[in-house]
């Protein structure tokens, strides 16, 4: 992003003399009024200016800063967005955890040890920016870990598409369950964040290819639309667990105690999560 630059006019003061002699710096004197006045006689220089060239310069540093903070926002505040739309700083407020209701298939991806202690189940949208910032950042970090290696904790997906602000994710989301189907549903889901501004259908497709799926298949399944059920129940496990907005996190040990994590956040605020269910 290129920030535009709206320095104010550059001012120059006069030298002038007083009584003791000495040289003194005077700034510039706004008047309301029609051009500008200067002599050679060692005056104090009078820097005149209309009102409306004020007011239209106030406007665009205005503006300016507003454009500047708005994309501030964007890039690097808020770390979820909502459902309905809109930004916000966890991705929704969940309810208590005494509230939450997650339910996992068999039938659901898994990354890591199957029978692993503990569990991160993720709701999460392919088109959700926020969502491709944890899957390159705190997701990434789990792979890593310690918990992953030792098969303590393993991470189970959902989908969450915010169809109403993200209008390609729900077909990314049906995608990527048939490529589930053929056994690369990780890999599939790592293409779809890798180029997230490529989400049509044919660039689906051809994803599929890229990774050696049988494309007759994977084309069959997608066209028919015979995933859209699939998703709509990660919906309902979504709302159920309290998910009010993507990415978000709830994390399950064999009893059933449960801590969640919203938003685009570091691999550490999952740990000290962790920590608290062991």
């Known amino acids: 992003m290129e920030e535009e630059n709206n320095s104010a ?16 710096s005077s700034f510039p004197t706004m008047n309301s009024g029609s051009g500008s006045s200067n002599d050679s006689s060692g005056e104090d220089a009078t820097f005149t200016m209309k009102k409306s060239t004020v007011w239209k310069m106030a406007t665009f540093i205005f503006a300016g800063l507003f454009i500047i903070s708005f994309f501030g926002i964007l890039d690097g505040g808020p770390t979820g967005q909502v459902v ?6 966890g991705a929704g407020t969940p309810p208590p955890a005494g509230d939450i209701k997650v339910t996992i298939s068999s039938d659901d991806p898994v990354l890591g040890d199957a029978d692993a202690p503990i569990t991160i189940v993720e709701f999460s949208d392919f088109q959700c920016p926020f969502c491709a910032r944890a899957a390159s950042g705190a997701i990434a970090d789990f792979k890593n870990s310690d918990q992953f290696k030792k098969g303590e904790v393993n ?3 959902k989908q969450f598409p915010l169809n109403s602000i993200h209008p390609q994710a729900q077909k990314a989301a049906e995608a990527s369950e048939c490529a589930h189907d053929q056994g690369k549903f990780w890999e599939y889901h790592d293409l779809l964040f890798l180029n997230q501004n490529a989400l049509d259908i044919t660039s689906l497709k051809s994803y599929a290819g890229q990774l050696g799926l049988n494309q007759l298949q994977f084309d069959g399944c997608l066209d028919s639309g015979e995933k859209a059920s699939s998703v709509k129940e990660d919906l309902v496990a979504a709302s159920a667990a309290g998910g009010r907005g993507t990415p978000y996190f709830v994390i399950v040990n064999e009893d059933g105690d449960t801590q969640t994590v919203s938003g685009a956040v570091p ?3 999952f740990e000290s999560a962790i920590a608290s269910l062991q």
Do not use: I, Q, T, Y
């Not at 001012?11 to 003194?24: I, P």
């Open 84 to 89: 309905g739309g809109g930004d916000d700083g």
């Open 9 to 24: 006019p550059e001012h120059s003061s006069d030298s002038n003399n007083n009584s003791n002699g000495s040289n003194d």
């Open 155 to 157: 991470l189970v997906f």
């Open 267 to 269: 691999w550490a605020n």
